[in-house]
Nanobody, 125 residues
């Protein structure tokens, strides 16, 4: 069974930084997508950043230049470095993963099969 466990959330002031981690187990796909999604109270869940096996990365316009997604392949851990945090970044952040076929793009969050429990990020002004 694939399990994803997020950590690293917390409360920071605007302009601060946090690094989220997602530890994966039971997950050994040769081709896959892993991503970070977030959901604020009363809002729909949205994609934040995606890591595609092979090294490609994708970011939501709202976080470009501030957030960086990366992966430690050996440890099977996904990271999200968040800098210059804004109050509008406040949300529950989720790690998600799915396998993919060769050449397939990573799609929307509807295509992600496995999800973590989430970690809360709160940014105060």
């Amino acid at each position: 069974e694939v399990q994803l466990v997020e950590s690293g959330g917390g409360s920071v002031q605007a302009g601060g930084s946090l690094r989220l981690s997602c530890a994966a187990s039971g997950y050994d796909y040769s081709r896959y997508c892993m991503g970070w999604f977030r959901q604020a109270p009363g809002k729909e869940r949205e994609g934040v950043a995606i890591y595609r096996s092979g090294g490609s990365t994708y970011y939501a316009d709202s976080v470009k230049g501030r957030f960086t997604i990366s992966q430690d392949i050996a440890e099977n851990t996904l990271y999200l470095q968040m800098n210059s945090l804004k109050p509008e970044d406040t949300a529950m952040y989720y790690c998600a993963a799915r396998g993919r076929r060769r050449g397939e793009t990573c799609g929307s969050m509807d295509d992600y099969q496995y999800w973590g429990q989430g970690t809360q990020v709160t940014v105060s002004s």
